[in-house]
């Protein structure tokens, strides 16, 4: 099947519309049902368009008068004349808008949301702290899925507001989401707000919000996407130097270590937390500090005691599977019992596909045989291969797992090179 590849105005939609409304005399509902078929056969993409059907009064068929355009040209005019009340209902309505559906939030875009917001923003910024979370929320619903719409100017602002408000909660909160959107498959972006001092903003937000969920879970999120590398238009990132300056210059690893002590009960807030700790463990030294700072502890502890949370047990032993790239915290890792728990896990989820299991033994094992019959004794082959006849995308880590092991894995014959009919 082709993807779509194309793309059309909103505009070009709308009077798709209106035409098969005035030319074919069909009603608004199935107008629009039809130009969307129309367009999708042609292989157009219709994911940042909104599907409206024209509003029809006495006078007949009007203009389609989408809301969030409404809306964004009431804010224009209440920032313009600068009644706040005014403009705090309509960034209120703004951001409901945008977070229905990402074809409000890039027609927004097109329309000029980005300069209107920012205005807001810095006349907000002179001490109004209630409209100022607004226009946060506001751009950060706007710049979700479309980070180039942070300039350079919005960029010093953004870490700017985190520093002169580092002990507002729900305003730290609310930036960091803009960082985390701003920052999500863009490069640049990245590369900016580091040279601009945002690392240790962020690390400093876990600490000094250290019992606000909210903000732990929003800081944690943000540092990982610092450390990704997802940006297509670039050749490649500064991913590694990033993990390395939250580690090195901002004890990123004790910081998240010591959150992960605080939500001990917390299994959303955990699961950001392990999630982030296994992007960081990006060198062998790294690797050593966790276990010497404890996390190990806390980990293995997790993946016993918190068997029922999925996702946690998904992020936990991603962490775990990091950390054994270092020879010696494969040692720890099963003298703190790590494998039972680890067997343990698998079972219990053993309806999931999760392959961070089958890595992690692999990981194990990996230039230290000896612990192979331990796991083996444990009941590791047998749930291995379970896992790989339930789950097709466990197919390549199981067997890989098992050969480590030193399992015998049955290999299939995708061609044995004989002659013959090729006809289906």
């Avoid at 367009?39 to 009064?57: D, H, T």
């Avoid at 939030?105 to 949301?113: E, N, P, S, V």
């Avoid at 997802?230 to 590694?240: A, E, L, Q, W, Y």
């Avoid at 999925?310 to 054994?324: G, T, Y």
Wanted: hydrophobic share 45%.
């Amino acid at each position: 099947m082709k993807m779509a590849t194309k793309r059309i105005t909103q505009e070009t939609f709308d009077a798709a519309v209106r035409e098969n409304i005035e030319e074919f005399e069909m009603g608004p509902e199935e107008a629009v049902t039809e130009a969307v078929e129309q367009f999708e056969s042609q292989g157009v993409e219709l994911s940042n368009i909104i599907k409206m059907a024209p509003k029809i009064s006495a006078d007949g068929l009007q203009e389609p008068i989408h809301d969030i355009l409404q809306i964004l040209e009431d804010l224009r005019k209440s920032v313009a004349c600068y009644y706040p009340q005014e403009v705090s209902a309509q960034l209120t309505r703004f951001c409901e808008q945008c977070k229905q559906h990402k074809a409000c939030r890039f027609l927004a875009a097109q329309k000029g949301a980005y300069p209107i917001l920012l205005a807001v923003w810095k006349l907000a910024a002179t001490g109004d702290q209630g409209l100022l979370l607004q226009a946060l929320n506001a751009l950060s619903a706007l710049i979700n899925g479309q980070p180039d719409l942070l300039d350079t100017q919005g960029l010093k602002l953004l870490v700017a507001t985190l520093d002169q408000n580092a002990d507002v909660a729900d305003l730290i909160c609310s930036g960091i989401r803009c960082i985390r959107h701003a920052c999500l498959k863009h490069e640049q972006n990245r590369q900016s707000l580091v040279k601009a001092g945002v690392l240790p903003l962020l690390t400093g937000a876990i600490v000094r919000h250290s019992g606000c969920a909210d903000v732990v879970r929003e800081a944690s999120w943000a540092l990982r996407i610092m450390t990704f590398d997802d940006d297509i238009r670039v050749p490649f990132g500064n991913s590694h130097d990033h993990a390395k300056m939250i580690v090195q210059e901002n004890g990123g690893l004790k910081v998240l270590i010591e959150a992960a002590k605080a939500f001990h009960d917390n299994p959303s807030v955990l699961s950001e937390l392990c999630s982030t700790l296994s992007h960081l463990t990006v060198r062998n030294e790294f690797c050593q500090e966790v276990v010497d700072l404890g996390g190990l502890g806390i980990l293995v502890a997790l993946l016993a005691n918190c068997n029922n949370h999925q996702d946690l047990v998904k992020q936990v032993l991603s962490a775990l599977k990091a950390i054994a790239g270092n020879d010696d915290v494969k040692d720890a890792i099963v003298r703190a019992g790590g494998t039972e728990s680890i067997v343990a896990a698998m079972t219990r989820h053993l309806a999931s596909p999760q392959k961070q299991a089958c890595m992690l033994i692999r990981n194990l094992v990996a230039r230290s045989q000896a612990f192979s019959q331990l796991i083996l004794d444990l009941g590791a082959e047998a749930l291995i291969v379970q896992a790989r006849v339930a789950h097709q995308d466990c197919e390549d880590v199981a067997k890989a797992a098992l050969r480590d092991l030193g399992c015998r894995v049955e290999l299939r014959e995708l061609w044995t090179g004989q002659k013959g009919n090729l006809a289906p």
